[in-house]
């Protein structure tokens, strides 16, 4: 061990402690409750995160050839354009394929090294705004594996917030140091971002565009905005592939309605009201501890204030534009983030007036509150994770027929099954599906969407306006969500101050109608002719969860395969 690393360790062995703890936590309950599955279990991994199957279905996409991330889930939409950039799952599918021989064994390996990561980042920053060992890891602790354990639990992301992390303490360094490696890193990690979520590449440009104004409003001598404005631009042109994807999607005739279905919603009305006034708040303790100079005026407060105020901005940008995204929420986890740092910043100069008696049972006070809020909130998460659920063990009957149509069909073969069943196979195969509740993430005509949706339910019989209403992300996707829960939240301001409560049908009756009708006509008709001429190589019949399914009735079908209750037909060719 070298002279310089090993008073290193010695200083900050416990955040080295912690990261391992927080990327055991997050991987080995999911072992565990494999393991606890015994003979049931059939390779079909257990479900922590609700888009963990949208996630392995890009993945597997880019191993099947279309790295574009168009549509994972539909053959006839693969070349147009993908909502989010295809980077982060052909770089962790292609490692995953080449390491590990399949992408889920992969995504174990990930869901330590992240973590561990993302606990060793945000120590580091941490530290740096501190100074203090005390102080930063009660900080890290308080975040991971605290407050968000459960959301570091997914790869690509929020897992590759890490990025962002970087980025941040990058910046702080090259200020620090004044070396210009770190400036060409920030930059890199920057730019990278653009590849990596838009919720971060917004937040860094925001959060960057700020430290921009405040060192010139507050440290121009310092030059640090002119810096910050280089290192801005060099991570703009990284991104440049970027906008250009982002062009080409703009220019689709159903780009506009496809951004209302994955959920834009048109309002003025503040959202994030919690993590803003966190924010907020914070961000007047800075300013006043700027102002008594408890912290140091430096391009680094400076650049934590701006961090810290970005969280409110990006939540709120559409008090200007007047465009909400109803995933707005991911906004939460770096805003929230972003002023624990900056409180840290904060009590790290207030404990430096304080008595000296104070100042270390003050700290461990801090550090065992913050170890006691992170056991109280994580240990019910990680019992969870690690206990075989209802939903867990009854996805392990697909795991025989995924296995099967992974060895026995070509690439980009489609399936029809229902909808318990469709996202499994994208996710665990080659094959594509017909229709899939997480179709609507994607650029789609809503009549293609309508289509497809309607096709699907083709044997539900009767088909009435619960069946549509109980679906409504598969169909309407989020818009209607947002819009309902944002009328909600400003009936609520609204009845505090005396105003008339805003009336918002919750469902489109007249849409939900007619597709209730025009499902009725479908049905009249063949199953064939239902699924409007796309395509379908292969019927997926579950026995056991659809028994109503008239399957009889629809000619052209040959059994390829029968078992735990599902069967597998081999639809013939239809004449053009």
Known sequence: MSNQLRPLLCQHWGVLLVALIAGCLTAFPQLINEHRMSAAYTGVHPIVSDDELYYLARAHETLDGHPTLGNPYLAEDKNQPGVQFWMPDAFFASVDQALFGNVRTGALVWDFLLPFGIVLGAYAVFYLLTADVLLALAGTIFLEPGRFFLEYNRTPNPQLFFVLLLSLLALL???????????????????????????????????????????????????????????????????????????????????????????????????????????????????????????????????????????????????????????????????????????????????????????????????????????????????????????????????????????????????????????????????????????????????????????AHYFERPFTRESVTSRELDVFGAYYVGRSQHAATANKARRLLGLPVILEPRYPEEEVNALVAREAMLQRGSWQNALAGYRVDYLAWDTVADPGWNIGAVPGLTKVYAANGILVYAVAARKP
């Open 173 to 455: 360094l090259y200020f620090r140091t004044k070396r210009t490696r770190y400036a060409l890193f920030a930059a890199l990690a920057g730019g990278s971002l653009f590849y990596i979520y838009p919720f971060y590449w917004t937040y860094w440009v925001v959060l960057v565009g700020l430290g921009i104004m405040l060192t010139f409003l507050f440290l121009r001598e310092s030059g640090a905005w002119q810096k910050l404005g280089l290192i801005f631009l060099g991570a703009c042109a990284i991104g440049v592939p970027y906008f250009i994807s982002a062009y080409r999607a703009a220019h689709l005739p159903y780009y506009h309605e496809s951004l209302v279905r994955i959920g834009v919603i048109e309002t003025h009305f503040p959202s994030g009201i919690a993590a803003v006034s966190v924010a907020g708040a914070t961000l007047l303790l800075v300013l006043w501890c700027w102002w008594k100079r408890f912290v140091p005026r430096t391009p680094e407060t400076a650049l934590i204030a701006a961090a810290t105020l970005a969280g409110g901005i990006v939540m709120n940008q559409h008090l200007i534009t007047g465009m909400n995204f109803q995933f707005i929420i991911h906004y939460t986890m770096p805003s929230v983030v972003m002023s624990v740092f900056a409180l840290a910043a904060c009590a790290a100069g207030l404990l430096t007036r304080s008595r000296e008696s104070y100042r270390v049972p003050l700290r461990v006070l801090v550090l065992c509150i913050f170890v006691l809020y992170a056991l109280i909130h994580t240990t019910p998460f990680v019992r969870a994770i690690a206990t075989p659920s209802a939903r867990d063990l009854a996805a392990e009957r697909y795991g025989p027929v995924l296995a099967w149509l992974d060895a026995h069909t070509v690439t980009d073969a489609v399936v029809y099954a229902d909808d318990a069943l469709a996202p499994y196979i994208p996710a665990y195969t080659r094959d594509n599906v017909y229709f899939s509740p997480w179709a609507y993430l994607s650029y789609l005509p809503q009549a293609e969407v309508n289509t497809r949706f309607l096709g």
